[in-house]
């Protein structure tokens, strides 16, 4: 049975990041450059919609906390995402959307997968020499959330499912509100520049 | 054509909530973890034991392997477990997506080479399958310092509120835009 739902859930995950174009590495540096901020609204929707659905889920007895499984907050956090950061950019794959990409037959995802599982050996051996230093020290509470969840313990008290939802209504409204792009091509900024007295001309 | 982000992210916030409802939160890098052990443990067999003093029933001469109670351990003995086959079906998914992408005519063959970079280094491929690759390095390292991905972290922790997946967030961005205008900076 939790085969099955491996299978199917795996599935639907894979279909869903290749359909938003999340496997498409032009989409990823398009987001991260500012200039198609098309995936950003995607998933900034997303996280609103899934924190929402979860907490409602949750108040109305549908999802069990039990299936929570809230990170703890650590040095490491920051710095590997600092790092993990610079790969995403320079590549323009996350683990998850890069073996999607291969599924999809991208050559460069397969190459990205060699890596990635490099990097992961390199972590794995180097873990005991990392455990010995600050890096793994808990931050802001350890396994901390937002909001009450009824599992962890919570920032901000009160009703949990209110916090998340008024969390969910902002993600939404900032993934509505967002532009499609941040940055103009510079065709577009140099025109602008020609037209403005103002503006050292090139 | 790819989904308007009106149905797309509709659609990936409800993968994120039935995975945790059914199961639990949808994470993938910790399956490179795993891969790499299966391999080494493959090469060389002494990697994964059986130990009835283990919580998981298994243990490793590995220390990252072994924490927890072995649980990575285990499921390196146990390849046909939930998390593993979730992210090999991962492939399935890409593959059918691309195969039933709403097209006009006859489905083009996938440009192997993203537009940004053939723009900013030419038709290279090998400077292509070098940056996937260092990239691929830095990704998988970070994530597992980080104790997660962008899947891990960013969805599923930023779903359940987890200060860890704010955390997580912001320093990825922090890094990946900077980054991202730096090195493809050419434009059309």
């Given at each position: 049975m939790e085969l099955i739902l491996a299978i199917v859930l795996g599935t639907a995950f894979g279909f869903v990041l290749q359909r938003i174009g999340a496997a498409d590495p032009d989409k990823i540096i398009g987001m991260l450059r500012l200039t198609d901020l098309h995936l950003m609204k995607t998933i900034l929707c997303a996280v609103g919609v899934s924190s929402g659905l979860l907490f409602l889920g949750m108040a109305a007895g549908l999802?069990?906390?039990?299936?929570l499984s809230v990170k703890e907050s650590y040095t490491g956090v920051v710095v590997g995402g600092l790092v993990l950061g610079v790969g995403w950019a320079v590549s323009g794959f996350c683990p998850g959307t890069g073996v999607v990409a291969a599924g999809t037959g991208r050559r460069d995802a397969l190459v990205f997968i060699v890596g990635g599982l490099i990097g992961a050996g390199i972590f794995t051996v180097s873990y005991v020499a990392l455990k010995e230093t600050a890096i793994f020290d808990s931050l802001l509470?350890?396994?901390?959330?937002?909001?009450?969840?009824?599992a962890y313990p919570s920032l901000l008290t009160g009703n949990g499912t209110l916090v998340a939802v008024l969390v969910a209504v902002f993600l939404i409204g900032l993934s509505i509100a967002l532009p499609l792009r941040l940055r103009k091509r510079r065709a577009d900024s140099d025109e602008k520049r020609d037209n403005n007295p103002l503006m050292p001309r090139h | 054509m790819y989904w308007n982000w009106k149905i797309g992210g509709p659609l990936l916030g409800l993968t994120f909530v039935l995975a945790v409802a059914l199961m639990k939160p949808i994470g993938v890098s910790t399956q490179f973890v795993i891969l790499d052990a299966m391999i080494a443990d493959w090469i060389s067999p002494t990697v994964v034991v059986e130990d009835s003093a283990a919580a998981s029933g298994y243990a490793s001469s590995n220390a990252y392997l072994n924490k927890s109670g072995g649980k990575y351990a285990a499921e390196v003995a146990n390849p046909l477990n939930y998390s593993f086959v979730f992210v090999l079906s991962m492939v399935l998914g890409g593959l059918l997506g691309r195969r039933f992408?709403?097209?006009?005519?006859k489905q083009p063959k996938i440009?192997?080479?993203?537009a940004a970079h053939e723009l900013q280094f030419g038709h290279n491929t090998m400077q292509r399958y070098l940056l996937a690759f260092c990239g691929g390095v830095l990704v998988l390292w970070g994530a597992r310092l980080a104790g997660g991905c962008t899947s891990g972290h960013m969805m599923s922790g930023m779903m359940q509120t987890a200060i860890s997946g704010y955390l997580f967030a912001a320093a990825a961005f922090a890094t990946a835009v900077p980054t991202a205008m730096l090195i493809y900076r050419r434009e059309e």
């Open positions: 999802i069990d906390s039990s299936h509470g350890g396994k901390s959330t937002l909001a009450d969840t009824g | 992408q709403p097209r006009l005519g440009r192997q080479l993203p």
